[in-house]
């Protein structure tokens, strides 16, 4: 049951921070029941379901006007401000009303030329409905228990002895007018009705305040659930064992080369989203699972982020052929539905990929597919309610959603096209960025800067603390894992957790490393061989790991290599570090010699001076002091007479990845070092 979140003490402190307006305390109140509805997932997901309240407002002239706020296209309900629902004048869109007919487009037109404010967002495409429905506040929402009710083959006989008279059905019609103007009137014929439930479609309620239409959310989604519990047959489950880690990456990556099979060079890879709860796997072992494959979306809202159907593959499917076999399939089924339904589309229609947005893998999970984190994690969410939604309708009657007619239309609106948005994407969206020592100096400036280019990325340090810090920094879809590169199995283990979190790896940048001290004669063994540990046997580790998830990908990929100027120009008492670092020096090209055949390339960075954990505030000011110099001097004794930062260094690494038809390269990152230059 869904929790009633409604607090005045919360209400009045909103309305407070508005100030003394009623019209803005209204809409105040507007903004808040809107979060409250937009924090719980089982009412609206990413961008679904839509507020209103009607109000008054001053024009440019300061005549009163009658106006609708209405959510705008880009804002979800969970962070939803005052900005996010534009004032639209009501007079024009009541007088639509009138009309018999009316495109898209010039639905959009009037909307937008009747905004009080040009700027503002395009309102929902559903603002008729609200428009025209008459109470002060109007919500909508897409809630788990309603899309299962939605979708009964009785859903009239279930919602009249949920509700008996006090919610109104309206069989599905397309977002628009047209839907807008039959639910006006089926909701006028009905004047004690308190609630609309759109066949197929999702919940509406209304009431004179923010309280009131909240209050009829919550009530009539939990009364929709209390039903739809007493449904349920008391029939033991069917457990899911987890997948073994290793196998799920060994899959996931396998999955991700399929899908990008037939891409350009150079394309960008899909990003997937692993969703294996005890939910989830429950209901991929049942025996239901090829048949509602077959099915469709649980609204109409998903189905341009996820397809109408999912790419099922059984425990059959899951070698390397048959998966690539099953994309293949997957790929023609949908070509074969877009030639079959564009025809008869009412404009010429461009057919989007062929890319599934959902997979259903039997004994792994859910798994969602996008251009980048995001999308993939909103597919999966998603997804996971369409399984929730499913699962509820069948034991109550069965999940029949709309038809694939009704389902292309929907996909190929325009006016829903529109909420993935347009424009060029990042240079490398959809790229996998694995950095060790990404909570350091230099790996966080890397993580950040390949951050910025578009990429995914995980991030592997020893230090809990700051990895968690470097997480917070580098934003919501990073991950990462706190991780001893030296650990046996250490570097296997934070491949595995990046292809978990993001279905593969496309570069390494294998950062970590310390500078350790001592003269080489004199040095203690066990000193030296943990100096190799960590700046030579780490690096070749990780590479290999990653070797291991490019091939079973089949798209290449990219090894970057941290090395140093102690590689080829030792310094006195730094032997330990300089010794592996020449190796890993060597390292570069004698991977990049190997595997360029593969389209795997493997360069390197060779920097100098850089304050970091390596170069330390202490050895800064004890070398500047050594020389006579000052400890700007010292960090600018270069060609240039400029200090080299961590940025310098991560704009490097993100060049040699975009520099395709680059291998076997060390590019030296010092401002000009003349005794470390490379022949």
């Known amino acids: 049951m869904i929790e009633n979140r409604w607090n005045e003490d919360d209400a009045r402190c909103w309305q407070d921070a508005a100030g003394d307006d009623p019209a803005t305390r209204e809409l105040a109140l507007r903004v808040y029941s809107s979060r409250l509805i937009g924090s719980e997932p089982d009412l609206v997901m990413h961008g679904g379901g839509n507020t209103s309240v009607k109000l008054t407002a001053r024009d440019v002239y300061g005549d009163k006007v009658e106006v609708l706020h209405v959510k705008g296209s880009g804002w979800d309900l969970d962070t939803i401000e005052a900005a996010g629902l534009p004032a639209v004048r009501m007079a024009p869109l009541a007088r639509l009303r009138g009309l018999d007919s009316l ?16 700027t503002a967002p395009n309102p929902s495409v559903e603002t008729l409905l609200h428009a025209w429905l008459p ?39 397309m977002p628009g007018f047209a839907l807008a103007k039959l639910a006006a009137e089926t909701v006028a014929a009905h004047a004690d009705a308190e609630g609309l439930l759109l066949v197929n479609h999702g919940h509406f309620t209304w009431g004179a305040t923010a309280k009131e239409s909240y209050d009829r959310v919550i009530a009539h989604t939990n009364a929709v659930e209390a039903w739809l519990d007493r449904q349920r047959a008391a029939a033991p489950s069917v457990a899911g064992r987890k997948c073994d880690p290793a196998r ?6 396998s999955l991700r080369g399929a899908l990008a099979a037939g891409r350009p060079e150079g394309a960008a890879m899909p990003v997937l989203a692993l969703r294996d709860g005890a939910e989830t796997l429950e209901i991929m072992a049942s025996g239901d699972l ?46 074969a539905y877009f030639h079959r339904n564009a ?32 999308a993939a994690r909103i597919a999966a969410d998603l997804g996971e309610q369409t399984l929730r939604v499913m699962r509820a309708g069948e034991a109550a009657g069965g999940f029949h959603p709309i038809g694939e007619a009704d389902t292309f239309e929907m996909e190929y609106w325009s006016l829903e096209q529109a909420k993935l948005g347009k424009g060029k994407p990042p240079a490398l969206q959809g790229r996998v960025v694995l950095v060790t020592g990404g909570a350091g100096t230099i790996g966080l400036a890397t993580a950040q800067a390949f951050r910025a280019a578009g990429a995914e990325l995980f991030i592997v340090d020893r230090e809990e603390d700051a990895l968690a810090a470097a997480l917070n920094m580098l934003g919501r879809e990073a991950r990462g894992l706190a991780l001893d590169i030296t650990a046996p199995g250490g570097a296997v283990s934070a491949v595995d957790a990046a292809v978990t979190a993001f279905g ?27 100096s190799f540990d960590l700046n030579f046997f780490a690096h070749q580790a990780f590479a290999q790991a990653a070797i291991a998830v490019f091939r079973r990908q089949g798209r290449g ?45 493997v360069n390197g960075i060779n920097a100098d001076r850089i304050r970091s954990g390596l170069l330390t505030a202490e050895m800064i000011a004890a070398r500047a002091s050594s020389r006579g110099i000052d400890e700007a001097a010292y960090l600018g004794g270069n060609l240039l007479g400029r200090e080299v930062e961590a940025r310098h260094v991560a704009a490097a690494f993100v060049a040699l990845a975009q520099a395709e038809r680059t291998t076997a390269h060390v590019m030296t990152v010092d401002g000009g070092n003349i005794e470390a230059a490379l022949r």
């Open 135 to 173: 109470a002060r506040y109007v919500d909508h929402t897409h809630a788990t228990a309603f899309l299962a009710l939605a979708n009964l083959p009785d859903v009239a006989e279930a919602a009249a002895e949920i509700f008996g008279d006090r919610m109104v059905l309206v069989d599905y019609v």
């Open 557 to 601: 990929g990219q090894i970057l290599i941290n090395a140093s100027k102690q590689a080829v120009n030792p310094g006195r008492n730094f032997g330990a570090y300089g010794l592996p670092k020449a190796a890993a020096f060597f390292l570069i090209r004698q991977l990049a010699l190997e595997l360029g055949r593969e389209g795997i390339r």
């Open 290 to 335: 090829a048949a509602w494959a077959k099915r469709g979306v649980a609204t109409p809202d998903h189905v341009i982020r996820t397809k109408a159907h999912p790419l099922h593959l059984t425990a059959a499917d899951l070698k390397a052929e048959r998966m690539a076999a099953r994309v293949a399939s997957f790929a023609e089924d949908y070509r």
């Open 103 to 118: 495109s898209d487009e010039d639905m959009v037109n009037v909307q937008r030329a009747n905004l009080m404010d040009s």
């Open 248 to 253: 799920a990456a060994e899959i996931l990556a």
């Open 504 to 530: 593969g790896l496309d570069i390494l940048v294998s950062n970590a490393g310390a500078a350790v001290e001592g003269e080489i004669a004199t040095l203690p063994d066990d000193v030296l061989r943990s």
């Open 343 to 374: 025809p008869g589309a009412t404009q010429r229609k461009t057919m989007l990929p062929t890319t599934p947005g959902l997979a259903w893998i039997e004994g792994v999970g859910l798994v969602g597919i996008g251009a980048n984190a995001k």
